[in-house]
């Protein structure tokens, strides 16, 4: 069974950084499609990057200031997040799909999510 854990959030100023992590069991990282998401209270879920087999798309609001890595030796995606606003404040997921990334970027092509990680960005 395809098993995502995220981790690495927390409360950070505006300004600040944060590294993600998104471990995956059962399924590598390096054949497959992951991606991160985020929703703040009351939004709609937002594609923030997914990356597979180093080809890698990032959602408008974080393209300059966000980077998807990953770690094919650990089986772990990673976020690296700089310049954070407060407007970043959200739950950030983790997914995955079999095989290539879908042509389009949203939460309908991926099968498989973690639990979250909370990432909160103070003024």
């Known amino acids: 069974q395809v098993q995502l854990v995220e981790s690495g959030g927390g409360s950070v100023q505006a300004g600040g950084s944060l590294r993600l992590s998104c471990a995956a069991s059962?399924?590598?990282?390096?054949?497959?499609?992951v991606g991160w998401f985020r929703q703040a209270p009351g939004k709609e879920r937002e594609a923030v990057a997914r990356?597979?087999?180093?080809?890698?798309d990032y959602g408008n609001s974080v393209k300059g200031r966000f980077t998807i890595s990953q770690d094919n030796a650990k089986n772990t995606v990673y976020l690296i997040m700089n310049s954070l606003k407060p407007e970043d404040t959200a739950m950030y997921y983790c997914a995955a799909r079999w095989g290539a990334c879908t042509w389009v970027f949203d939460e309908d092509g991926f099968p498989f999510w973690g639990q979250g990680t909370q990432v909160t960005v103070s003024s």
């Open positions: 059962d399924l590598s990282i390096s054949r497959n499609c």
């Open positions: 990356i597979y087999t180093g080809g890698i």
